[in-house]
C-alpha cells in the first residue's frame, strides 16, 4: 500500500469543508426560528387564557366592590345610622348563560305486509348545541345573559346601631335591598 495515497485520501477540502460548516450553521439557525415560533404561539395562547381569567376576576371583584359602596352610601343616608362598614357575602361567582341550538325531529312509519300485518316505527332525535359565535381570532359561546352573584349574607357596623329602631330598620333596609331573609343580615354597633 502506498501511504502516500491514504494521506491524500484523508485530506479534507478545506473549501468544502467552509461550505459544509456554513450549511449546519444556517441549518441550525433555522431549527432555533421554528422552535421559537412554535414556543412563542403557545407562550401567546397561555397568556391570552391568563388574560381572560384576570378579567373575569377583575370583573367579579368591581361587582362586589361597587355593591358594597352601593350599600355604604345608602345606608349612611338613612337617618341615626351614621358612619358604616359593610361586608357582603356572596353564593357564588358571576354566570353566563349561553345561547343553545336545539334541535328536535319526529317521524312515524306505518308498515302493512302482504298478511295483513301491521307494524308501526316511532324515531325521535333530540339535539342540542351551544352557539357559537367569532370574536377576532377566538371562536366563544354567545351569551345571552349573564347572572351576577347572589347576595346571601350581609354584615353592616354602624354607628347608631345601638338603638334598636334603627338596627331594625338597616336590617329590614338591607333584606328588602337584595331579597334576603331578615335572618342573613346581620347588624351590629360600631365601636366608639
Excluded: H
Amino acid at each position: 500500500m502506498d501511504i502516500k495515497k491514504l494521506l491524500d485520501m484523508v485530506k479534507f477540502d478545506k473549501k468544502k469543508m467552509n461550505w459544509n460548516y456554513l450549511i449546519i450553521l444556517l441549518l441550525l439557525v433555522l431549527c432555533y426560528i421554528v422552535m421559537d415560533f412554535f414556543n412563542t404561539s403557545k407562550n401567546v395562547k397561555a397568556n391570552a387564557v391568563k388574560e381572560e381569567e384576570t378579567k373575569v376576576v377583575n370583573a367579579l371583584l368591581n361587582y362586589e366592590q361597587n355593591q358594597k359602596n352601593d350599600l355604604k352610601y345608602i345606608l349612611t343616608q338613612m337617618d341615626g345610622v351614621g358612619r358604616v362598614d359593610v361586608m357582603l357575602y356572596f353564593q357564588s361567582g358571576e354566570e353566563q348563560v349561553p345561547a343553545i341550538d336545539i334541535t328536535k325531529s319526529a317521524n312515524i312509519t306505518e308498515e302493512t305486509d302482504n298478511e295483513g300485518g301491521k307494524r308501526v316505527n316511532n324515531q325521535n332525535n333530540d339535539g342540542s348545541k351551544v352557539v357559537m359565535t367569532n370574536s377576532g381570532m377566538k371562536n366563544e359561546p354567545f351569551v345571552l345573559k349573564v347572572n351576577k352573584p347572589k347576595i346571601t349574607g350581609v354584615v353592616v357596623i354602624a354607628e347608631g346601631a345601638g338603638d334598636e329602631i334603627i338596627k331594625f330598620n338597616i336590617c329590614k333596609a338591607v333584606s328588602k335591598l337584595y331579597d334576603i331573609e331578615l335572618e342573613k343580615v346581620y347588624v351590629y354597633p360600631m365601636k366608639k
